[in-house]
Every structure is written in C-alpha cells, then in structure tokens.
C-alpha cells in the first residue's frame, strides 16, 4: 500500500504517440513546414509539394510531422478545406509500396476491396476518390528508408509524377518524406532524387542544454509539483547526451525512473531511480569490464557506488570520492594509494565508461572533478563490486 501519491500528474504525456503543442528548439523547422505547405490552406489543388525530413534517432523527426500536420489541418478546417494529414509508418508496412496506399485509400473509402488491385491500380484508384471527395492529402511517409531499400525507384517515382498525366486537372497529393539515412536517395534516379531532395529540412541532434529544456516540458504537465529534482534532471539529460542527443531516450528514461520512484514509495525522482532506469533500457552492467579491475580499481570503485547509495545524490566529488575509498580501504585491511594513483584509476574507468567524469561548475568552491555513475544504479554495482571481491 502506497504511503505517497504517484510522482506523475499524467504519464500519458511522456508516451512515445504523444505530441505535445509546442517543440522547443524545433520551432524554426516548424515554421518552414508550415511555410513549405502554405499554398495548401491559401490556394488548395493548384500545386503540390515535397518535402524530405532526416536526422538521426531521437531528433524529433516523427513528432515534428505530426505537430505540423495537425496545425495545418486545423488551419485548413477554419476555412473549409478538406485538408487531411495522412501519416504512415513505411516499416510496418514492410516497405511495400501496396501497402502503404492501401492504409491511404482506407482512410477515405472504409469499405474499398483489400485484393484485386495492383499498386499502381491502386494509386489511380486513390486520385479517383480524392477527386470524388473534392479532398487534399498531405502524405507522411515515416521511415521512408524501408520503402527505398524494398521498392527502389519505382515507388516513388509514381508518386511524384502521379500529376503529370492530369496536368489541368485538380492537384490532390502532396508529399512529406522522413528518412534516417539520405546516403539511400542515391539508390534512386537522379530525376526521382532532384525531385525529392528539393526541400530537405535537417534535425541536428540535441544538446545536452536542449534536452534540458524538452525535459523540462514534459515535466510541468507529466509530473506533480517539486518530484523531480535538476540534479535528476541534468543526470537524465546527460545520459540522453551521450546517447547522441536522443531526446526519445531522454523521455522513456524520465518515465522509467518516475515508475522506480513509485515502486519506492519515494516523494520524489531521485538520481537513483534515473540510475536504474538507465540499467533497464540498457542494461550494461559490465561484469567482464568490472572482474578485470585491479584489487584498488575495485575498492574505489565500491566506495564511489556506497556513497552514491548512501547520499543519493547525482554527483561525486573527487574528494567525496576518495574518502569514500579509504573507508572501504580500511574495512578491507588494505592500505590506500595516494591521489596521484587515485586520478589514474579514475581515468582509466571513465575510458571504460563504468563511470563518466567532467570538470565541476561554477558555484563549488575550488576546481574540483565530479564522478557520476552513467549506466548502472549504484546498489546494482555494489552488489556486483561485493561478488567479486568475495564478500
């Protein structure tokens, strides 16, 4: 029984279908979305567009489209144009060109035939009710890289020339590509790649101050008031910094760790329960990396993951660091090593990533090196620490 309410106000906000009104550091490509698409709410049906969005996992790509084509079809909506986003994911699909149209078509004609047609019969047929309907499409093709490597030209080339033959007529279909990988565009002929490329909005991964501030979002309408630390909060965003700046990792991590905390009874997120997050998304505890560690390597690093476990904090000095391992040194029996050899071990696990090191910032008095424990919950690396020192 639960002595605490949840951490969360509404974990519904941190889903990975969720899109939230606003895209912090995503607004300038937003902007030029809308831009790109403007003749659809001002002059619809006499011309179409295409647009290519790429960048790596977690920049934001999937959910960049999905915002946009909610603004522009409620812009449409105001003025009584039959605007509809229509977005598919083309792995799911399996990459087939079929598929993909007929998830479209099925949008506007429930009951149209799932057999008998061909793609390209397909296509026509799709035109055919968007005429009837007198609508528009905005057509998102999410992970477009599958359709690229299963189709090849083929695909996109009907596409983008589906107008051609009815040049006078109403034009219906526009197009919204999201790749991960561009270098698979030179797969495609050059007329079908110009035609594409033409308009290509790039997401830059996310820095650290970024996901920050995206973090900071979702934990004004996910979370209740004072649960989650910026201790916590700058330790998940670190993680989701060295993991390219994914701010989809960054999300799930916030939502895991808020899930430990109510497994914990705890009032608020602590830099632990990010810790044993982190270990559940990837877990890498590195057992053959720790077994190889010389006997003091060990010892430290005992200390660092007791101190952690003892203060909850998110951040070790080296000072707090070293205490913590002439106490373990003593209970051992063992005689500690000076500073100098100190800062090696700690170099040397840093290189091995079993703990992650930066220069402290401003406000702590003197310079100092601070140690945090990047992938692994610091009871989890006791435990692991005390096995193979044999206790």
Known sequence: MRSYPSVFRDES???????????????EQLSLLNQFFRFATENPGKMTQRVLITGKIGTGKTVLAQLFGQTITKAAQQKGINLHYVHVNCRECKGSFFMILQRVILQFSPNFPRRG???????????????????????????????????????LYSLTRVHEDHAIATQRLSLLGIIRDTALMNTLDSSTR??????LIQLDEYS???????????????FCDNTVSSQTLNLIAE?????????RYAIELLWRAGK????????????EHVRKASESVYPIVRKDAVSSLSLHEKLFLLGVARRFKQSGAAYLSMGEAENAY????????????GHTQLWKYV????????????????????????????????AELERELSKTLGV
Not at 13 to 27: A, C, G, M, Q, T
Not at 260 to 271: C, F, G, I, K
Not at 326 to 337: I, T
């Open 13 to 27: 906000k941190l889903d990975i279908n969720y899109v939230p009104s606003r895209l912090p550091h995503r607004e």
């Open 117 to 155: 047609y061909s793609a390209q019969e397909l296509l026509q047929a799709l035109m055919q009710v968007l005429d009837e309907q007198k609508a528009y499409v905005i057509l998102t093709m999410d992970e477009l890289d599958s359709l690229i490597r299963a189709e090849g030209t083929d695909a």
């Open 194 to 199: 110009s035609t594409l490329q033409h308009n």
């Open 208 to 222: 650290k101050t970024q996901l920050l501030d995206i973090l900071n979002d979702r934990i004004a309408s996910a």
């Open 239 to 247: 993680d989701a910094a060295l993991e390219g700046g994914d701010a």
């Open 260 to 271: 430990y905390a109510d497994t914990d009874n705890s009032r608020e997120v602590l830099p």
């Open 326 to 337: 002439a106490v373990v040194c003593e209970e051992y029996g063992e005689e500690k090593r």
């Open 347 to 378: 170099q040397g696990l840093a290189a091995i990533d079993v703990i992650k090191t930066e220069p402290s910032s401003v406000g702590l008095r003197g310079k100092t090196t601070l140690i945090s424990l990047p992938h692994v919950s610091a």
